[in-house]
Nanobody, 128 residues
Framework: QVQLVESGGGLVQAGGSLRLSCAAS????????MGWFRQAPGKEREFVAA????????YYADSVKGRFTISRDDAKNTVFQQMNSLKPEDTAVYYC?????????????????????WGQGTQVTVSS
């Protein structure tokens, strides 16, 4: 079992930045590839970014490529998402998720159904 807790959300003006954190507890964090998803009001949850358990592979949705950066610090059992040049359409609840990919250290996953554990989410609101 892995417990995930997101933090760092808030209200920011368009063009601003936020850094989300997701702290993990439970089993060995380094076993897990991590992902960020988001869900805007009235919309389905969508993939944002993912990082392999090794940290050597990252993958982004086209809508955030060049603006968001995912990273991890295994010593702190934490995954981060730096979000720059934020737009009103980035407004959503952001969730982190974990999947055990111990045998695939350079793989990532982009589909909800592939993830085993989820956090409760943190709200990001970008005003225009």
């Amino acid at each position: 079992q892995v417990q995930l807790v997101e933090s760092g959300g808030g209200l920011v003006q368009a063009g601003g930045s936020l850094r989300l954190s997701c702290a993990a507890s439970g089993r060995t964090f380094s076993r897990y590839a991590m992902g960020w998803f988001r869900q805007a009001p009235g919309k389905e949850r969508e993939f944002v970014a993912a990082i392999s358990r090794s940290g050597g592979t990252t993958y982004y949705a086209d809508s955030v490529k060049g603006r968001f950066t995912i990273s991890r610090d295994d010593a702190k059992n934490t995954v981060f998402q730096q979000m720059n040049s934020l737009k009103p359409e980035d407004t959503a609840v952001y969730y982190c998720a974990a999947v055990d990919l111990y045998w695939h250290p350079y793989s990532v996953r982009t589909k909800e159904k592939d993830y085993d554990y989820w956090g409760q989410g943190t709200q990001v609101t970008v005003s225009s």
